[in-house]
Each structure stands twice: as C-alpha cells, then as structure tokens.
C-alpha cells in the first residue's frame, strides 16, 4: 500500500503573518507554499527568505483544505495526530485536533446577522471535524482496498500524487482541497482523509506473529443522519454506505476481504416527527423508480466489487416488511444476474436471546462465502486469489443487526485465512485462541460503535454480543439508554449535525454575499407562538399534576378533580404536540428537505 508516487509531505510549520500563509515543509525547505490573506492567491515560491520574523509560527500534521464561509475563506488543518499502526511499510494515524483558521483579520465588513450565519458555519466545521474519526496517512492509499489498488496499478497510476489516485468515494476533504486540487505542484500538501474506523494490531496466533487489521471507508455520498437522509436516491446512491475490508498480514503475505454495507437502495424516507419509531415511507418520485434507484445502485456496486449478495436482515412484518416486500419485488423484476437475495428476519428469529439461530444465516451463506473467495497476494507480489463478490448488509440503519453479521463473516474468513496460511491447523479454531479471541470481539464491538456514532450520534446497540458472544440483560439496559439518547438527538439535535455534514463535503456552498443581497438560510426563524405555547402548557400542567398529587394529605373530591383535569390537560396538549411532531423537530436548513411526497400504496 505504501510507495509508487509521491507522498504528501507530513511534518510541516505554518507561518501567520498580517497577509500571509506560508506554509513550510521541512523535508523541502528549498519552496514554500503562499496563501495571501488578501487576494485569495496561491502559490508555491522558492524559499528565499520572504517569511517575516514577526509572523507566528505553528507546527502542523497536515493542510485539510479551504472552505469560503462569510467573512471570506478559512484555512482548515490538523494541528495533532496519534500513530495507529503500520500496513505494508505504511503508517496510518488518526486525525486528534484540527484548527479552522480565517483569512480575514476582521469582521468588522459583516452585519449582525452575517456575524451570526458565519459563527454557525464554523460551528458546523466545527462539529464535524469533532466527529470521531478521521484517517490518513502520507503514504498509502488508504481510500482503496489492496485489490482495488491491485487491478489498478500499472506505472501512471504508481507516479500519480496520494491525492490524483484516491477513492473520490472516501474522501472527505475532496470538496476542501478544492483550491489546492487545481494546481498539481501543491499535491503534495494535499492530505486526503478518510472516516470510518481504522484498527491495526500485532498478534501472536499459535506462536506466529502476524498484524489484523479491520478498515471501514464512510462514503461521502448521500451522507447524512440517522433519520434525515434514508435509502437511496436518483443516482443509485445509498445512505450509510460503508465499504469495510479485513487485513490479515503474515511473513509479507497480505490477505484482504471486503464487505459493504448501506441503505436499502429503494426510494424512501424516515423523516423524525416526534414519535419514537416514524414508520419508513416508500416514496414515489417524478422521473425516477424504485427500479431505477436499485439498478443504478448495483451496476455500480458490481462493477466496483463482482457479484452482490444483499443480506437483509429487517423485520418481514410492519413497516419495515413494507419495505422487505418492495425490496423482494424489485430484486425479481430486474433480473441482476450477478446480484442474490438472502432476507433474513432478525428480530423474529433470534427473538427470546436466541442468537445462536444465526447459524442459519451463515448456513445459506457459506456457498457464496467459498465462492467468492478473498484477496491474496504474495510477499513477491504476486496474485493468488482474488475476492469475485461481496456481502452487502443492511439492517434499517445499518448498523447494530448489520455490524453482528459482518463481524461473524470476517471471523469465518479469518479462520479460512489463518489455516490457509499455516498459521492453524485444520482442527483449530481462531475463536479457541485465548488472546486474540477478546481481541477480535473488542475491535468489532468498537467499530460497531464508531459507525453508529458517526450516522446517529451514539455508540451501537447489540454490541454485548459481539464483545462476549452472548446477549445480556446488562446488554439490554444500555440499549435502552443508548436508544434514549439516539431519540433525542434524532428529533433535537440532527438538522444542525445534517447541515453541518452538507456544508462540508460540498452539497452546500457559501455565497460571499450572503445576507447581502439575499437572505442567509441561516436567518433566524420566526416562531409561531401557537407552537411555542404547547410546551409551555405541558410543562405547566405535568407541574399542577405533581403538585396535586404531593401537596394533599388527604384526598378530596376537589383534589380528584384537579388531577383529573391536569392528567386532561397534559393528555390533550401531548396529543396535539405529537400532531404536529414535524414543528418541533430540529431540521436541515441548508439543503433543503425534498416536498412532502406521495406515499406509494
């Protein structure tokens, strides 16, 4: 993974002045790259001494880009970064702190409602560079998997800068590095980042040391929270889509194996509206099918990956079974030859903690596990297997059903591997390893939960099954209390995390004259007072009810009055709050939602 063209320089200083960037490597002090404050320019200069004594100096690990916000651009770099590990000869580390740094000395030129809008765009940078995590290295292509950087290497592709040669797809920073991208010369200041999860471990198996190591690439497109950004859309792109690859390392031989998992690729939405579970909605929209939608999305996944396996795990009943059937209908009517349905109802069948029953999913699934094989190549370089498909997972959200069955299928792929590689015998097992064993059921877990943070804000549910192999009620009560939380940051919390997500990869772009000649979509809004009085009212009347019920020392007729009348009163306006659950909730207000669609029948 390391090597071929050339790397992105790692340890560098910026240096502040009046009106100036510069930016100095100290592996080629020979150039320094400009960024004049004033004219916005960019360019790379012979290091001649330009750089004034008076300007501050600041050690970074790397230049994430610029954005334009509305006092002007800002510059966005990382300030500290932590080792995780080495792949191949690659170092691969984690982004700690960022800084977003304006070009403006003042904003002095804004009006208080500019001051505002921009106070919340870099909050919305802010959140999510705060997100945790973000990968990179100076390097390796850390965006592609080892047999997608396989069929792609050939020597153009090698001499290509980090940046020319990534996965679009993984990039975060693409939109960022957008000034920079235009001019060749400054790739090498370029430091594209990933989001995910990245764990790379040295072990001891069976006294041979190896290194396991699990990377998850978030997609950037069609991003977005839990409930505001759902199933697929015009393009065939899915929301949640993450493309997660197992390494397994031994004497220089790499094995690698992808799964993916994302959104059920139909068109339908969950929109927040107050209630605990909003029913999902399959919607009709013009000039577009549900056809249309799962047909783009899996010619594109078999092109990337080979033959798809869509392992779905929802509920065949209720609403989310509205949604099993649709999918199960359009699977038959489009005929994908490389494309095969495994439905796989797993509340119903592991119901009652029996989840031992998944044994029956990985029974239907282990003739495509053989199939499809894994990637292997030699420490020579040299090819001896390739992976000809994919598990493509999906849950509702993607995440706690999704994330059991993936770790459950790299453990089986891992015990093929090791034995494959001499590591175990035949009548061994990987689970029987005692210090790898918790290992492997800690790294799912916390990848579980860093996916599930990155989409709802909160860590995963289930994940006492996958750190102890068995369902716990320990396991239960923090699932309910994560589920508290996601419910609460789904419906106050997700509007500002899902403009904050579009503002950062491009799908929002800042006008400089925004709250100028136009209104900001940030504008405050004007509450209407009707709905500002119902929450009033059932605080008022929640308040009276506990009063009724305390203060007494006896109970009277009076007082069975007031507590019924108060239990009406919270009754009617908790009713009429729900109604309107929509007017409540926090939402995106820079891309905005589409119209309320037609519900197909």
């Known amino acids: 993974m390391a090597g071929g063209g050339a790397s992105v320089y790692d340890d560098l ?94 904003e002095h030129h804004l009006t208080p409602t500019q001051l505002e809008a921009n106070r919340r765009y870099t909050g919305m940078l802010q959140q999510v560079l705060s997100t945790p995590y973000f990968y990179f290295s100076y390097t390796m292509d850390l965006s592609h998997s080892r047999q997608r950087l396989d069929t792609l290497r050939s020597p153009d592709f090698k001499n290509r800068t ?55 690439r978030r997609s950037t497109q069609r991003c977005g929270t839990r409930l ?45 509206d107050l209630r605990y579970k909003p ?31 869509i392992i779905n795990l929802v509920d065949q009943k209720g609403a989310e079974g509205r949604l099993e ?11 994908e030859p490389n494309v095969f349905y495994e439905p796989f109802d ?24 053989e199939q499809f094989s894994y990637f292997l190549q030699s420490r020579e370089g040299s090819v001896l297997a390739r992976q000809s498909g994919v598990f493509r997972t999906n849950c509702i959200d993607c995440l706690d059903r999704t994330n059991v069955v993936q770790s459950m299928l790299a453990r089986i792929n891992l015990q093929t591997v090791l034995v494959r590689q001499g ?38 549910l289930k994940t006492d099954f996958t750190r102890t192999g068995a369902r716990t009620k320990l396991g239960l009560l923090e699932d309910g209390r994560r589920s508290l939380i996601r419910y609460y940051k789904n419906n106050f919390a997700d509007g500002f995390r899902q403009d904050s997500l579009d503002l950062f990869v491009g799908n929002h772009c800042v006008s400089p004259t925004e709250g100028v000649t136009h209104e900001s979509p940030l504008a405050p809004l004007k509450p209407d007072q009707r709905y500002l009085a119902l929450p009033i009212a059932l605080a008022l009347s929640l308040a009276m009810l506990t009063l009724s019920l305390i203060v007494p020392t006896e109970l009277s007729t009076e007082i069975l009055l007031s507590v019924l009348f108060w239990a009406a009163m919270i009754f009617v306006t908790g009713g009429t709050i729900f109604k309107n659950g929509p007017e409540y909730v926090d939402q995106p207000r820079l891309v905005h939602l589409p119209p309320k669609p037609m519900v197909s029948p």
């Not at 059937?325 to 005929?335: E, I, N, P, R």
């Open 13 to 106: 200083i910026l240096h502040i002045s009046p009106d100036k960037f510069f930016i100095e490597s100290l592996t080629a002090t020979q150039v320094v790259l400009v960024i004049d404050r004033i004219t916005y320019d960019l360019t790379l200069q012979t290091n001649n001494g330009q750089i004034p004594p008076i300007a501050s100096r600041k050690p970074i690990a790397g230049i994430l880009g610029i954005i334009p916000l509305v006092s002007g651009p800002y510059l966005v770099v990382v300030t500290r970064k932590a080792r995780l590990g080495a792949l191949q000869g690659g170092e691969v580390w984690r982004v700690v702190e960022t800084e977003i740094i304006s070009y403006a000395r003042a």
């Open 162 to 216: 980090l940046l020319d040669r990534a996965e679009q797809r993984f990039i975060w920073n693409w939109h960022l590095l957008g000034p920079l991208r235009k001019d060749p010369a400054l790739h090498r200041y370029c430091l594209p980042v990933t989001h995910g999860f990245v764990s790379i471990h040295p072990v001891v198996i069976a006294g041979t040391k190896l290194v396991w190591a699990i990377i998850s």
């Open 228 to 272: 505001f950004v759902r199933g697929g859309d015009e393009k065939g792109w899915v929301a949640n889509y993450v493309e997660t690859e197992q390494l397994v390392e031994v004497n220089g031989t790499v094995a690698s194996f992808v799964q993916t998992r994302g959104s059920i690729p139909l068109l339908w939405h969950q929109r927040p």
């Open 279 to 309: 029913p999902p909605t399959l919607e009709l929209k013009q000039g577009v099918t549900h056809r249309d939608c799962f047909s783009r999305h899996f010619q594109e996944q078999v092109q990337l990956y080979g033959q798809q396996v």
């Open 325 to 335: 059937s649709q999918l199960k209908a359009v699977v038959a009517v489009s005929k």
């Open 346 to 369: 797993f509340h119903a069948e592991c119901s009652k903690m029996r989840w031992d029953r998944l044994s029956i999913l990985l029974d239907r699934l282990s003739q495509y596990q």
């Open 423 to 460: 590591v175990l015998q035949d009548h061994m097992k990987v689970e029987h390893q005692p210090l790898f064993e918790p290992l492997f059921k800690n790294v799912w877990a916390d990848h579980a939960d860093m996916i599930s943070i990155q989409y709802t804000g909160t860590g995963a």
